[in-house]
């Protein structure tokens, strides 16, 4: 079946600094991933999304890209601020079918 | 337009009560999930139904949970008899029908279940 993998946390940075959050997945076809963020005490947001090989998402400085080759979908941003302090999830969705998550990573970005 | 309505936001019960959760999808959205999140734990896979039918169920605990979506009114997650190890957040989300927005589902801001 379909399982995403991310890197285990907590990651704590300093502001500033460059972040890499790791994400690899197991599907059969080509399905669409995604990487959502949840701040303390919310709900889910939708960060960004790629929906085929070679896609890049971006939004909010983060960025994204779909690598059919090594099956990821790394979460990057060069330059990470307080206010980027929540947990991140990586998830994929085949056709019409449920979001498949990974275990979420919590960032605390220190001033 | 309004995104993914769930509510109460925050609910108390006792041991051995009912707790109902309500959602109400996105406009034009016929697909609803629930998801749910034990605390400092990610997001586990409950039920997905559509319009009067449940899809995927295959996340759901076989006892006292049960879910709905009728042809008109939110879709409701019902946990009978509650014990302590249901207090969890629970997510509500919604997509439109396959093919539609590059499959992307959009999540509510949760109900916090307590049970004392």
């Known amino acids: 079946g379909n399982s995403v993998t991310q890197m285990e946390g907590p990651v704590t940075l300093s502001e500033e600094a460059f972040l890499t959050i790791n994400c690899t997945y197991t599907?059969?076809?080509?399905?669409?991933l995604f990487w959502y963020v949840q701040y303390p005490g919310e709900g889910l947001q939708l960060l960004l999304k790629?929906?085929?090989?070679?896609d890049k998402g971006s939004n909010k400085g983060f960025e994204a890209t779909y690598r059919k080759e090594t099956t990821s979908f790394h979460l990057e941003k060069g330059s990470v601020q307080v206010s980027d302090s929540a947990v991140y999830f990586c998830?994929?969705?085949?056709?019409?079918?449920?979001?498949?998550f990974g275990q979420g990573t919590r960032l605390t970005i220190n001033p | 337009n309004a995104g993914v309505m769930q509510n109460p936001r925050h609910l108390v019960r006792r041991r051995g009560q009912e707790a109902r959760l309500r959602c109400s999808p996105m406009?034009?959205?016929?697909?609803v999930y629930w998801y749910r999140q034990l605390p400092e734990e990610g997001l586990k896979f409950m039920v997905y139904?559509?319009?009067?039918?449940?899809?995927?169920e295959s996340g759901m605990p076989k006892e006292r949970f049960s879910a709905e979506f009728p042809k008109e009114g939110p879709s409701i997650l019902r946990i009978q008899q509650v014990v302590r190890g249901d207090s969890a957040a629970y997510f509500c989300?919604?997509?439109?029908?396959?093919?539609?927005?590059?499959?992307?589902?959009?999540f509510g801001e949760g109900s916090w279940l307590t049970v004392v």
């Open positions: 989300a919604s997509s439109p029908p396959s093919g539609g927005q590059g499959n992307t589902i959009y």
């Open positions: 599907a059969t076809g080509y399905p669409s």
């Open positions: 790629a929906t085929k090989a070679d």
């Open positions: 998830a994929l969705r085949s056709g019409a079918q449920k979001l498949v």
């Open positions: 406009k034009g959205h016929s697909h």
């Open positions: 139904l559509q319009k009067e039918n449940i899809i995927d």
